[in-house]
């Protein structure tokens, strides 16, 4: 009887742990992230999921700055790509990077020496819809 107990609190254990495994891969950062490079005013956006469309925009307080497109023919298992940012009067500014699967937004941030520190604002998760009987 009390190997049956032990062989039951065993299989409990195990069956918790992967639960809070599942639960902690949920909570996990995105694999879109915004980095400096060595140039000076020179971000790099990399992108590391499979999509058809990707959406960049670049906004301040005002709204929109500029908008950037890339098409999922040109890509596949993700991207990466440079773009120039020029500064104002060390105004930060957010890029928010869409897909039909996730939506990332950064909150950039100059710094002294013209490079960009990026900070992870917001992540939405865009999971189809699925019914059961």
Do not use: C, H
């Amino acid at each position: 009887m009390k190997t049956k107990m032990m062989i039951a609190g065993v299989l409990v254990a195990i069956v918790a742990s992967l639960s809070v495994k599942e639960a902690s891969a949920q909570t996990t950062a995105p694999a879109v992230k915004v980095i400096p490079t060595s140039d000076k005013d020179v971000i790099k956006l990399i992108y590391g999921y499979d999509a058809e469309q990707v959406d960049i925009k670049f906004s301040d307080a005002t709204g929109v700055i500029a908008s950037d497109r890339v098409k999922g023919k040109s890509f596949e298992g993700g991207f990466n790509k440079k773009y120039r940012v020029q500064r104002q009067a060390n105004k930060d500014f957010w890029i928010e990077v869409s897909s039909a699967d996730l939506a990332v937004t950064y909150r950039m941030t100059a710094g002294a020496n013209g490079k960009w520190t990026a900070q992870l604002e917001k992540t939405t998760y865009n999971y189809p819809v699925v019914a059961s009987k």
